[in-house]
């Protein structure tokens, strides 16, 4: 049933035999397949090319396809009497046949045929005038729509046509006891016009995309499709029992496959292999104990046979040697015997050939073959580029864990043996940290899905999927050979410089795109600050930069005291330094770094910002020895004028035009674009769905890879992996696992929800919400409809029995709910009012839907690579889930909705959580409230803070001379105020305030 599909099919048909070498690499060849296969020989030669051979149920004939019928190039089916050698043509003879299979206990054959096509011999005609033209194309399979599943006798007799609808449907097998076929179908493409213009111009370059698996009664009736992943699912068989269905899926885009087994009811799905490469063509073993399979793991031009186990537990054991295609593997009833196709023929065009197997020898290499643990297992997805495709949409159905294949199963009920085994999984290296748009985000949402599907949630994102993709900004590059930077300078006569980028000067990520060319304006520290007399700073008053190119400092000066260097901070941001440039006219801004700053005169790094729009003019950093030319006819000098801006001399001229000089300046930075999803199931009230009201309920699953965003590792941990155990693995856990207990739920009292679930796991939480706001401007039920979200982010540390519920405020339904639930819970609560906070809850909040929030608070390990599965109270994580579904219990079943109050939010509110330049030493107390200042909950050892004399219960009220009211001021100061200088704070201190001297150190 599987095809040899584009990438094969060339070295099948084509490949050439290596020189001299090709006979030492043969021998060492054959002697390691003896291990397995003996007495190898090819079985067709008649003909172009031949294979997909299938045993009869007693192992005397095999079904195969063949190029052999000189007035028609295309494969027909054809029957070998292997006792006799006899050959017969059973199909139709005319159009495109493939997929054949015969019945168990029966004279009957299926096959797909395009032989209806009234086009059929027109393009037999076509494909042999081609082929006679001497003309060679890539071979790709084709996915005729007029493809449709016969059965007949095995004289070619009774031919009968199965199915009838319009696409593909081939690729077909009955059941060991003749009942039911498996077949790939096409069909839900059809009609094409329906598909959205994305799916549309797929349809024409990679019609695979659309294959599913469909199961069906052996004379065509009730036909039911099985699988609902995008990507190819196809070549699927039963197992020996009739008990499940082996297939392998292709992901999006058509290059990577993997083995999967379920149910003949299409839930329980078990994913055998993940080879980073195509994985394919598999087929039981009549013992049961193991399968084998095709791959190009060994690379595109060596196709080899695999074995694996049934669980998918053990590494999967190479089974050929050959360096040409061997796949379509294939054992006799009896097991003793493999057929497969392969191109080690002479002339490297695919045969069948036939050997005899040795089953104890793979039963012993499978004992020996070391465990594929989940740990261990290799990720489906490459990273960021050409195996990046379409994020996260590829909806394979992840085997859970490695506990799940095995004798490990999950409960229906919530069990700190499945919370443990699902963080296991997510917050494993495997998936290297989750980072939006990764493979790892793929392959959590992937299993996700997989967990949703058996359960037996309702898809409920795009296109009848549990994946709702969204777009997002991954990152910036800069295009080398479009970014130029020339100084032409008068003197004697005309001297034009011109500089090499990364070199001499870099594009910022948010400059606009083009070219420009003007004279050069100095504005000092480009500072256009508002006040009252001495509190205003104006870098552009007396200036007129209008048509100019303005060259600035970096940073903001240096030598005035804290408070002033805090003052003018807030306003220093390259991005609003950027915005004043404009807004006055300039064409462009050049910034510098001061021979008086640390890092004098090197170049701004890169920094591939994920921000999706820039700042409507050219930016560009430039290195000293640019400013120094710049300089040169000024009759000034940067580092002096830099020394007196530093201490805000008013004397001084810190703006003027520097004479004599033009810069023309090209610019291309280019945003890298990319998607993610989120993965969203739906639980159904009882009675009707349409129109209902629903709560949502969500997490976010993913977390900051390697540490690119606000890592928080200490050095020597710096670009490990952050598995995200707590942050926010645990959140998922808790979710996934509400999910089952509430669908068990259902089944067993449907009456009582009166009310429809969403769960939903978000990706993009750590770059900003992306995915909870996308679904909040994009969501796939209605807003009007959704009367509460609750949420889950990091509620794995519980520790003192100590829980934090935020949001409180946003209805007045919360606080009865809680405390009623509360009882039976026993939580030492702590209720924070405040619904705007920094996770997916402000997604919702503002769209006029009530939240809750649930959180452990943040630990020593948050966002390091130490925050790991071990670490976490799976305990404590039951008893929060327990705790939030007596809340959701309520809500499903109480008459009325909640209300929701509207609060204004604070001018200071921001998402970040923690400051991301500079290190205390210091862990905010999340769950305080205090009426000023922000208490700290943990002083690290030997870090600034304990150095400095701040204790753990210190309330930290003024920075700076800036008074703290909340999280909001104390990060911000913290990240504005820089490190290795002294900064004064004042703490509260059972009461009395004490004046501390605290000098940070960078966060790296």
Not at 144 to 167: E, P
Not at 678 to 702: M, Q, R, T, W
Request: hydrophobic fraction near 35%; charged fraction near 25%.
């Amino acid at each position: 049933m599987q095809k040899i599909v584009a990438v094969f099919m060339v070295f099948v048909l084509i490949l050439a035999i290596c020189p001299d070498k090709k006979t030492v690499c043969a021998y060492e060849s054959e002697k390691r397949e003896d291990q397995f296969l003996t007495n190898i020989r090819q079985l067709t030669f008649q003909g172009k090319s031949a294979g997909e051979g299938y045993f009869s149920q007693d192992g005397k004939f095999l079904i195969f396809q063949s190029e052999r019928d000189p007035e028609n190039p295309f494969y027909q089916i054809y029957m070998m009497n292997l006792e006799t050698g006899d050959t017969h043509r059973i199909s139709p003879g005319t159009g495109k046949t493939t997929c054949s299979f015969i019945r168990p206990n029966t004279d009957e054959v299926l096959f797909a045929s395009t032989h209806l096509d009234p086009e059929a011999r027109a393009k037999q005609q076509a494909e042999i005038e081609f082929r006679s033209s001497g003309e060679k194309r890539r071979f790709t399979w084709d996915y005729d729509s007029h493809y449709d599943i016969f059965s007949a006798n095995r004289d070619g007799s009774g031919l009968r046509r199965l199915t009838n609808a319009v696409g593909y449907d081939a690729e077909g097998a009955y059941s060991p006891d003749g009942s039911k076929i498996v077949f790939c179908s096409l069909r839900d493409a059809y009609p094409v016009e329906k598909l959205t213009p994305e799916d549309r111009k797929r349809m024409e370059t990679n019609p695979g995309y659309f294959g599913e698996i469909y199961i069906m009664n052996a004379d065509g009736s009730d036909q039911k499709r099985l699988t609902t992943w995008d990507g190819y699912d196809g070549g699927s068989f039963f197992s020996p029992d009739g008990e499940r269905i082996i297939w392998r899926h292709f992901n999006e885009n058509g290059m990577l496959a993997d083995i999967y087994t379920m149910k003949v009811d299409g839930t329980d799905v078990c994913r055998l292999t993940d080879f980073k490469s195509m994985s394919w063509a598999p087929y039981y073993h009549p013992s049961g104990e193991y399968v084998i399979f095709h791959s190009n793991k060994l690379g595109f031009t060596n196709c080899e046979l695999f074995l694996v186990d049934t669980r998918g537990e053990k590494e999967p054991v190479r089974v050929t040697f050959t360096d040409r295609f061997d796949g379509l593997p294939v054992f006799s009833p009896d097991g003793k015997q493999l057929a497969w196709t392969s191109g080690r023929t002479s002339n490297g065009d695919s045969q069948l050939f036939l050997a005899a197997w040795n089953h104890e020898s793979a039963r012993e290499a499978l004992k020996l073959s070391p465990s594929r643990s989940g740990a261990q297992a290799t990720e489906l997805h490459a990273p960021s580029g050409a195996m990046k495709q379409d994020t996260a949409t590829e909806p394979n159905q992840k085997q859970y864990d490695e506990g799940k294949s095995g004798a490990y199963r999950f409960s229906p009920d919530i069990t700190s043996a499945d919370l443990r085994a699902q963080v296991k999984y997510l917050a494993s290296d495997e998936l290297e940290g989750r980072m939006t748009g990764s493979r790892g985000t793929q392959m959590a949402a992937q299993y996700i899905a997989g967990y949703f599907h058996e359960i037996g949630l309702k898809p409920l994102g795009n296109k009848g999927r549990y994946f709702q993709e969204f777009p997002f900004v991954s990152g910036s590059k800069f295009v080398p050979s479009q970014n130029h930077f020339q100084i032409m300078r008068e003197g004697k006569g005309t001297e034009t410089m011109s500089f090499e980028v990364e070199r001499d000067f870099l594009p910022l990520t948010f400059t606009a795109n083009g070219e420009v060319e003007g004279q050069v304006v100095f504005a000092g520290y480009g500072l256009s600050i508002p006040g009252d007399n001495g509190n205003r700073y104006d870098s552009y008053a007396g200036i007129d930069v209008k048509d100019k190119i303005v060259l600035i400092l970096h940073h903001v000066p240096e030598k005035v005291d804290m408070k002033r260097h805090l003052e003018l901070s807030r306003h220093s941001g390259l991005r609003h330094k950027a915005v004043l440039a404009r807004e006055r006219g300039a064409r462009a801004l050049l910034v510098v770094i001061g021979p008086g700053s640390s890092d004098a005169g090197k170049l701004i790094p890169f920094s591939r910002d994920k921000a999706s729009a820039d700042s409507g003019i050219s930016v560009v950093s430039i290195s000293g020895a640019v400013a120094e030319a710049l300089f040169a006819n000024s009759g000034r000098n940067l580092g002096t004028v830099q020394a007196e801006l530093d201490i805000e001399n008013p004397q001084t001229q810190g703006s003027f035009l520097l004479p004599k000089v033009t810069v023309k300046v090209s610019t291309a930075v280019e945003q890298i674009k990319e998607t993610d999803c989120n993965v969203l199931g739906f639980l159904p009230p009882d009675e009707k769905s349409e129109g209902a009201e629903c709560i949502i309920v969500g997490a976010h699953y993913d977390h900051i890879g390697r540490g690119g965003v606000d890592s928080l590792a200490h050095k020597e941990e710096e670009g490990q992996i952050h598995n995200g155990a707590d942050d926010n693995a645990s959140g998922v856990a808790v979710v996934l696992e509400l999910a089952s207990s509430l669908a068990e739920e259902r089944k067993n009292n449907p009456q009582a929800f009166k009310r429809g679930i969403v769960f939903a796991l978000w990706s993009g939480e750590e770059l900003g919400c992306l995915g909870s706001s996308y679904f909040a401007s994009h969501p796939t039920v209605p807003l009007k409809n959704v009367i509460a979200y609750m949420n889950f982010d990091m509620v794995g540390r519980l520790r003192g029995n100590n829980l934090i519920v935020e949001g409180v405020s946003s209805s007045n339904i919360w606080s009865r709910l809680i405390e009623k639930s509360n009882v039976k819970a026993g939580f030492q609560l702590k209720l924070l009012q405040d619904p705007y906070q920094p996770t997916d809850v402000s997604s919702f909040y503002p769209k006029g839907i009530p939240v809750i929030h649930f959180f452990t608070g943040v630990h020593e390990d948050y966002n390091r690579p130490t925050d790991d599965p071990i670490t976490l109270n799976y305990d404590g994580m039951v008893r929060i889930a327990g705790f939030s579904r007596s809340i959701l219990i309520d809500l499903l079943q109480q008459a009325e909705r909640p209300d929701y109050t509207r609060i204004t939010p604070l001018e200071e509110h921001k998402t970040e959580k923690v400051s991301r330049k500079a290190s205390w030493g210091t862990i905010p107390d999340f769950t305080s409230e205090t009426k000023e200042g922000v208490k700290i909950d943990t002083v690290k050892k030997d870090g600034p803070a304990d150095k400095a004399g701040m204790k753990n219960g210190d309330i930290v009220v003024e920075i700076a001379g800036n008074k703290i009211t909340n999280l909001y001021d104390y990060n911000y100061l913290m990240d504005t105020a820089g490190f290795g200088k002294p900064i004064e704070i004042i703490v509260l201190r059972n009461g009395k305030r004490e004046t501390l001297t605290i000098v940070p150190v960078a966060r790296k």
